[in-house]
């Protein structure tokens, strides 16, 4: 990956945490141990590891491995763009309905940015009321 890949790609990284930030409420920061020691792009997003692509072309298949591959414990959630296009952030269907598979062959949700996070702060107020119960 060339200089300015990674420099697209980092800038990418800051204008989403930017967002998730601001309309979760959260203290979203980018995985600066990422090259060295993988895992999700970005950190603090509530059940999500978070891969972030920023590109013209798009390999959605390639990228949604990866999302998997670094999801860890957490579920895989791959935010793309391409220039004067808005934010879309695929998640496993699985997660959304409730069913139990392998994330990386099942079929998955393209949701807008504003879209994830009213999912994500779903799910967290479900994990609340859970832990109060």
Same mark, same amino acid.
């Given at each position: 990956?060339?200089?300015? +890949?990674?420099?697209? &790609?980092? $800038?990418? /990284?800051?204008?989403?945490?930017?967002?998730?930030?601001? +309309?979760?409420?959260?203290?979203? +920061?980018? =995985?600066?141990?990422?090259?060295?020691?993988?895992?999700?792009?970005? !950190? @603090?997003? &509530? %059940?999500? $590891?978070?891969?972030?692509?920023?590109? /013209?072309? !798009?390999?959605?298949? $390639?990228?949604?491995?990866?999302?998997? /591959? +670094?999801?860890?414990?957490?579920? %895989? $959630?791959?935010?793309?763009?391409?220039?004067?296009?808005?934010?879309?952030?695929?998640?496993?269907?699985?997660?959304?309905? @409730?069913?139990? #598979?392998?994330?990386?062959?099942? #079929?998955?949700?393209?949701?807008?940015? /504003?879209?994830?996070?009213?999912?994500?702060?779903?799910?967290?107020? =479900?994990?609340? #009321?859970?832990?109060?119960?």
């Amino acid at each position: 990956m060339g200089r300015s +890949q990674r420099t697209k &790609g980092a $800038a990418a /990284e800051r204008e989403l945490s930017k967002l998730l930030a601001e +309309q979760l409420g959260i203290d979203c +920061q980018r =995985n600066l141990e990422q090259v060295r020691s993988g895992g999700a792009d970005l !950190l @603090g997003v &509530g %059940p999500w $590891a978070v891969e972030v692509k920023r590109h /013209e072309r !798009l390999a959605i298949t $390639a990228w949604w491995a990866q999302a998997c /591959e +670094q999801s860890g414990e957490l579920y %895989p $959630a791959l935010a793309y763009r391409q220039s004067r296009q808005p934010w879309t952030v695929l998640v496993p269907l699985g997660v959304l309905t @409730g069913a139990d #598979h392998d994330w990386a062959t099942g #079929h998955r949700a393209a949701l807008s940015l /504003e879209g994830f996070c009213h999912i994500t702060r779903a799910m967290e107020a =479900n994990d609340e #009321h859970r832990a109060a119960s």
